[in-house]
């Protein structure tokens, strides 16, 4: 079976940082990579699908990339509402759909 | 505009099954490339996806819960139900149902419902 990791694991910024997230899986999975984001208390929004595309009504600070098994999710420049948990998912092989462990953002 | 719903029991007893409903609109399992998954959530944790089914009545379902998952699917009402026996307390969780598109967004779920909490106690 496929799995997913992200790393870190909980990261602390500050405003205007640039902010690199990593998901990586244990085969490839070409592109079929998503990445999510999840506010306390609330439903997992649709960033990123096909590893790079951004979903729309997404703000362009988000960004993605990568192919195979390693995949970055980048905020150009954190802003305070972009404090959440982010999820990968990929989406290819056994099991069909897996999701990473999620990396916890906070403002520094 | 599209939306997701489920509904269910917020409470569940050890051994019981969990029959699980998602209502939609504004979209419609019978067109090519469009599927409805279930995904939950224990209070604290990550997501985990449990079963996903396709316009074409397709299944699939996470390997270590095949077992006890069922997904089907009734187009005319627009519903996607999900039943999962033998529930035991660590199924405690949000349990959310999400519109996965496989050719527009490579599997991605772009749309999700709102969740409904279930919790496993006697």
């Known amino acids: 079976d496929i799995q997913m990791t992200q790393s870190p694991s909980s990261l602390s910024a500050s405003v205007g940082d640039r902010v690199t997230i990593t998901c990586r899986a244990s085969?490839?999975?070409?592109?079929?990579l998503a990445w999510y984001q999840q506010k306390p208390g609330k439903v997992p929004k649709l960033l990123i699908y096909?590893?790079?595309t951004l979903q729309s009504g997404v703000p362009s600070r988000f960004s993605g990339s990568g192919s195979g098994t390693d995949f970055t999710l980048t905020i150009s420049s954190l802003q305070p509402e972009d404090v959440a948990t982010y999820y990968c998912q990929k989406y290819n092989s056994a099991p069909l759909i897996t999701f990473g462990p999620g990396t916890k953002v906070d403002i520094k | 505009q599209i939306t997701l719903k489920e509904s269910g029991p917020t409470l569940v007893k050890p051994t019981q099954t969990l029959t699980l409903t998602c209502t939609f609109s504004?979209?419609?399992?019978?067109?090519?490339?469009?599927?409805v998954g279930w995904i939950r959530q224990p209070p604290g944790k990550a997501l985990e996806w449990l079963a996903l089914i396709y316009w074409d009545d397709d299944k699939r379902y996470s390997p270590s819960l095949k077992s006890r998952l069922t997904i089907t699917k009734d187009t005319s009402k627009n519903q996607v139900v999900l039943t999962m026996t033998n529930m035991d307390p660590v199924d405690t969780a949000t349990y959310y149902c999400?519109?996965?598109?496989?050719?527009?967004?490579?599997?991605?779920?772009?749309?999700w419902g709102q969740g409904t909490m279930v919790t496993v106690s006697s």
């Open positions: 096909a590893a790079s």
């Open positions: 999400a519109r996965n598109l496989i050719y527009l967004t490579a599997g991605a779920f772009d749309i």
């Open positions: 085969q490839g999975i070409s592109n079929y």
């Open positions: 504004g979209f419609s399992l019978s067109t090519s490339g469009v599927g």
